[in-house]
Each structure stands twice: as C-alpha cells, then as structure tokens.
C-alpha cells in the first residue's frame, strides 16, 4: 500500500466525521477521550506508517499497559473533576441509566483497566514470550463484546436509517426517470 | 428319579468326622460356582456335594483338604431352632470330605431346601418378594435380620469371620424366617490351633478401610457388611451409601468409591456433601437402630456394632412379646412410637406417581396449550394480566433510551470516531 493511500484511508472517515459532526456542545468527558486516544492513534500511525525505524526497543511490552492505564486513569479523574462518566462515551448513551449506574459502571471499567495494564507488565516480566503474545490477545476479548455491544444497540439502527433513505430515494428515482420516457 | 449313570468318576468316597467313610454316588445337578460344581448324593438325599473344578490346581487343593477338614472336625454351634424346625439348615458347613481314588475332591453339606427357601437379595425388593411367594412386612424383615445378625454372632464367637457377606451368599426360609449362608469354605478361620484367609471381596458391601486393600481385620468387615444387608433390608434395598451430590463436588459413581469416601447420607446428623435419596424411609427406624447405623457407618474397624449388639437391639423388636412393633391405621407393622414405614414409602412412592402423570398430561396437552396462547396472544385476548403483560413483553430489564435527537449523518460521524478509537486500541495492544 502506497503512502498516498494509507493517508486517504484515514485522512477520508475523519474528514467525513468532521463535517457530519454534531454541532451541539460535547462534555468534557467526552474531548479529553478524544484527545487520549487523538495522541495514541497518531503514535500508531507515525509509527505503524511513517517512520521506519520502527518504535524504542523494549517499548512492544509496555503498549498495553499504556493504553490501558491510560484509558484508567481518564475513567478515574474525570468524575473527580466535574467532567461527567466517560464510561458513558465508551459504552454509549442508548442505555436509560440513573447516574448511579453509570458511576459504578464507570469504577468497574476503571478497575478492569487498571488490573489488565497491571497483568499486562506480569505476564510481559514472568511469562515467556509466546504466552505473553497469547495473554495479549486474549485481552482483546473485552473489544470484541464491545464490538458486538456496539454493532446491536447502534449500528444495525444506523444501518436500517441509511438503507430506508437509500430505498426512498430509489423509488423516487424510479419514479423520476420513468416520468422522462 | 431316573437311573443314576454309575460313571466311575462319580463314585466318590465319603470321610465323616471320627474318619468313617461311605462309598457313595454322585448326580449332576448342573448347578456351579466359580470354585466348583454341586452334585446331589444318590443314598443322601439330605445332602449335597460340592466338588471343585477339575482346573484347581492341587496346591489349592491341598490348601482346601486342609481347611475342610477342620471344618468338619470344628462345626460351630449354632442359633436354637424349635423342634419343629430341626430340618432348617442354618450353615452350608461341610459335614464330610469327598475323596476320588483317595484323593481330595470336594465336600459333602447339608443340602438347603430351594424350594422352601429364597435368596436374600429378594428380600430388597418388594415385587421380587412376592413373586417369590413372600409378602414380606416388617416383622418379617426384622425376624430375618434377628436370625442373619445371631448366626453371625455364633461364628463370630468362635473366631469365624464370613467377609464376602453379601444378600446372594444368604438364603431365607420363606415361613421359618431362619436364614442359610452358603459358601462356606470360603469363610475366614482365625483360631489358635488353624488359621484360613479368605481372599474373596465384594467392593458393595466391602468396609471403608479394606477397599483397595486386603482384609486385616474380617470380623471388621463383617460388622459392615451385615450393618449394610439389614440397612437394605430395612430400607426397600436403599444402599446407605447411595445419595444424591449435595455440593458441586463430582462424587464418585460406584458404590465402592462412596464408601471409600464416606459418604453415608442417611445418618441423624445430616452429611454435608450428599443427601438421601428421596425414597428412603429411614427416619421412621428407632433411634437405637438409627445410632447404630450410624456407627456401622461413620465409624470404623471394631467400634462397628458386633452382630452381638445387633442381636441385642433387633431382639427386642423381633419379639413379639416385647410389642415393639405395632400395626399402623391400615395394619401395616411398624416400629411403635415411629411413623409407618410402608405408609411413608407408599406416599413417596404416590407422590411421584402423581407427579409422573401430571407431567405427561401436561406433555401431552403442550401443544394444544400452545396453540391457545399463540392464538390468545394474536387477538390480544389473555384473560390473566400477567400473561397479557408477559405477550406484550413490557418486562425489559434495561431501558433503552430514547432514539438519541441526532442526525444519521451526526450518528455516522459519532461512529467513525468510535471505531477509530476502537482500531487504535486494537493497534495498541496487538
């Protein structure tokens, strides 16, 4: 894949999303998640596509940990400063919930984080390498449910939307050019 | 009787006791064991002879010339029997040594009566008992146990041990009630001037200590095993060690791996892992019968009640002129002061007649059922509100919310990021 390709591959959804972006205000715990993961993604892309000198030595064991205290660390300040539950973000507002459930919601998500980058930095130090790589993966679990969370609550809903305004305009179409001939 | 075929191999010689011998013939019956075959005696219909396979190796015979012949020379005394029951066989105890050609073959007992009598193990089942002609009751069962538990006793007291006691090797005169062990050549003889093993085990009715490994203490294993014959025969051929698993711990599935491990669910102090089967009628036993179940079975070696103490406790309700035993509101014996056992079986049984009917009934109108309630729940016709509310299905447990007051397009920009996010975690952590 050329360079020119990889950039529009990524370049292209986030212009889309720029331009099909909600115009009302997001919170707070909603920026500083897209800001965490803004920096680790263009981490990610420098490093997985640009600079070929590939990451620090050593630095392979510690990805996990990072990005998983990372998100940790976000769960547990944000509602200390005021900023709202970003478990609230990362699972979705389609769920009718009392804060009170968020906020335990949100403990639960930051307790697994925190356990996982720590187990990450176990395993990475105690175990041999194949079983760290098979540990890694395994970890993987939680955004595979996230995926299937994600894809009944929301995206099949966006999918029906899309294919029934899709359908309108091609009966109208229809109608349209058989108005013509 | 057909002429006997006068084979020279069945013309045998008969060694009393005082060495008086008796040329005598002998007749197939075609009954065998796996140590030898039984004949009848021509000139002896009271008798019969057991003679060993031909395949018996003569050091096992020498072993067993041995052996029989004190056993002819030591006849233990046994239980009194009235008068009138003086043709009653209490032990298959060889009476006489067989010789052919002047060599050992075999022995000659006393023979049983088949017909007057049947196999222990009849007794644990009810309809098997009265197929057999017994209607056995509970003084019955009690009387039997009595008279198993005293011919023990007997041998017991002269250093005899039976250790493969099992309901097959014991056979019960149908109207005397008096009972028969057979085998007997294979008892264990532990006195000061002769010494015999007996190597032969069922794992059933085999202690606790001595599964997996040889018997070291017989007399031992035979307060177990007649602690677990009269526990059956009390409770409708119940095992005390069969159970249902309490716990989420995998029990072993043969009788022997439970008794191994203990696992005697019917005792007055509940077990903690394994429950009684639910057919089982032992609470309505005395509590003296219950204490000593409890100590054949949770104890071990010699703190097991003897058949001595089994005698002293099951005495006193075989007995009618104790009048521990007493006849329930429809006439069925029980022990006095306790619920009827037959009466608490025949509920447990009911109960569960009742319940296998109204299941099938109910398996076979599931269809029709059905249909109603599809039917019902099309024309929105339910009668019961919870069924109407369960048809219109409003028992979510999580709320949705409200469709979110948002574009596609807004939703689509919204999902973007959250899949990039999801790409970018996914790169992190591959």
């Known amino acids: 894949m050329s360079p020119v390709t990889a950039t529009a591959l990524w370049v292209l959804p986030l212009l889309i999303a720029w331009f099909w972006r909600p115009r009302q205000a997001a919170s707070p715990s909603a920026w500083i998640l897209l800001i965490a993961f803004g920096a680790l993604g263009a981490w990610a892309l420098w490093f997985g596509l640009y600079a070929h000198a590939g990451e620090p030595a050593g630095f392979a064991f510690w990805k996990p940990t990072v990005l998983y205290w990372t998100v940790a660390a976000i769960l547990i300040v944000a509602p200390l400063l005021g900023w709202g539950y970003p478990a609230k973000i990362i699972l979705g507002t389609y769920f009718a919930l009392s804060n009170r459930e968020w906020r335990w919601i949100n403990r639960g998500f930051a307790t697994v984080y925190t356990i996982l980058g720590g187990a990450n930095l176990l395993v990475a130090s105690e175990a041999s390498n194949g079983d760290w790589v098979g540990f890694k993966y395994s970890c993987m679990m939680n955004l595979l449910i996230m995926v299937l969370f994600r894809l009944n609550f929301v995206w099949l809903p966006i999918l029906a939307d899309v294919s029934i305004h899709l359908y309108r305009r091609a009966t109208a179409a229809c109608r349209y050019l058989s108005t013509l001939f | 009787?057909?002429?006997?075929?006068?084979?020279?191999?069945?013309?045998?010689?008969?060694?009393?006791?005082?060495?008086?011998?008796?040329?005598?013939?002998?007749?197939?019956?075609?009954?065998?064991?796996?140590?030898?075959?039984?004949?009848?005696?021509?000139?002896?219909?009271?008798?019969?002879?057991?003679?060993?396979?031909?395949?018996?190796?003569?050091?096992?015979?020498?072993?067993?010339?041995?052996?029989?012949?004190?056993?002819?020379?030591?006849?233990?005394?046994?239980?009194?029997?009235?008068?009138?029951?003086?043709?009653?066989?209490?032990?298959?105890?060889?009476?006489?040594?067989?010789?052919?050609?002047?060599?050992?073959?075999?022995?000659?007992?006393?023979?049983?009566?088949?017909?007057?009598?049947?196999?222990?193990?009849?007794?644990?089942?009810?309809?098997?008992?009265?197929?057999?002609?017994?209607?056995?009751?509970?003084?019955?069962?009690?009387?039997?146990?009595?008279?198993?538990?005293?011919?023990?006793?007997?041998?017991?007291?002269?250093?005899?041990?039976?250790?493969?006691?099992?309901?097959?090797?014991?056979?019960?005169?149908?109207?005397?009630?008096?009972?028969?062990?057979?085998?007997?050549?294979?008892?264990?003889?532990?006195?000061?001037?002769?010494?015999?093993?007996?190597?032969?085990?069922?794992?059933?009715?085999?202690?606790?200590?001595?599964?997996?490994?040889?018997?070291?203490?017989?007399?031992?294993?035979?307060?177990?095993?007649?602690?677990?014959?009269?526990?059956?025969?009390?409770?409708?051929?119940?095992?005390?060690?069969?159970?249902?698993?309490?716990?989420?711990?995998?029990?072993?599935?043969?009788?022997?791996?439970?008794?191994?491990?203990?696992?005697?669910?019917?005792?007055?102090?509940?077990?903690?892992?394994?429950?009684?089967?639910?057919?089982?009628?032992?609470?309505?036993?005395?509590?003296?019968?219950?204490e000593l179940f409890d100590r054949a079975f949770a104890s071990s070696g010699y703190s097991r009640p003897s058949a001595h103490e089994w005698v002293g406790v099951l005495g006193v309700y075989a007995s009618k002129h104790c009048g521990q035993m007493s006849p329930c509101s429809k006439g069925h014996l029980r022990f006095s002061g306790r619920p009827c056992p037959t009466c608490m079986r025949d509920e447990l049984i009911r109960g569960a007649e009742v319940r296998r009917r109204s299941f099938l009934a109910r398996a076979q109108t599931a269809p029709a059922r059905t249909l109603q309630y599809l039917k019902k729940t099309l024309r929105q016709t339910h009668s019961s509100p919870f069924q109407a509310a369960l048809a219109q299905a409003q028992f979510t447990l999580v709320q949705l919310a409200p469709p979110a007051p948002i574009s596609t397009r807004n939703a689509i920009a919204l999902e973007i990021l959250w899949i990039s996010g999801l790409l970018i975690t996914y790169w992190w952590t591959r």
């Open chain 2, 1 to 290: 009787m057909p002429a006997v075929e006068r084979k020279p191999e069945n013309i045998v010689e008969l060694i009393w006791p005082g060495h008086r011998s008796e040329q005598v013939t002998l007749e197939t019956t075609g009954k065998s064991g796996g140590a030898g075959e039984i004949f009848a005696i021509d000139s002896k219909p009271g008798f019969v002879a057991k003679i060993y396979h031909a395949t018996t190796s003569q050091a096992h015979l020498t072993e067993y010339r041995r052996k029989i012949q004190w056993m002819v020379d030591n006849k233990p005394a046994l239980p009194q029997v009235p008068a009138e029951y003086q043709d009653i066989v209490q032990l298959a105890w060889p009476e006489a040594l067989i010789l052919r050609q002047s060599c050992f073959v075999g022995f000659a007992m006393q023979k049983i009566a088949f017909d007057r009598t049947l196999e222990l193990d009849y007794l644990l089942n009810r309809r098997q008992a009265a197929q057999e002609g017994f209607a056995a009751d509970y003084g019955k069962l009690v009387t039997a146990s009595f008279n198993l538990a005293s011919l023990i006793s007997c041998l017991h007291d002269k250093r005899i041990a039976i250790v493969d006691l099992k309901p097959m090797n014991v056979k019960v005169y149908k109207a005397e009630l008096y009972v028969s062990i057979l085998d007997c050549d294979g008892f264990h003889i532990a006195t000061d001037e002769f010494r015999s093993d007996a190597p032969q085990v069922t794992p059933e009715y085999l202690a606790p200590e001595f599964q997996d490994k040889a018997v070291a203490h017989p007399e031992a294993q035979d307060r177990f095993a007649l602690a677990t014959i009269i526990f059956r025969l009390l409770n409708y051929g119940i095992h005390p060690f069969t159970g249902v698993a309490a716990d989420h711990h995998n029990h072993p599935p043969e009788l022997a791996g439970r008794i191994k491990q203990g696992l005697y669910p019917y005792g007055k102090v509940a077990h903690k892992s394994v429950r009684k089967v639910p057919a089982s009628v032992h609470e309505a036993f005395p509590d003296r019968l219950r």
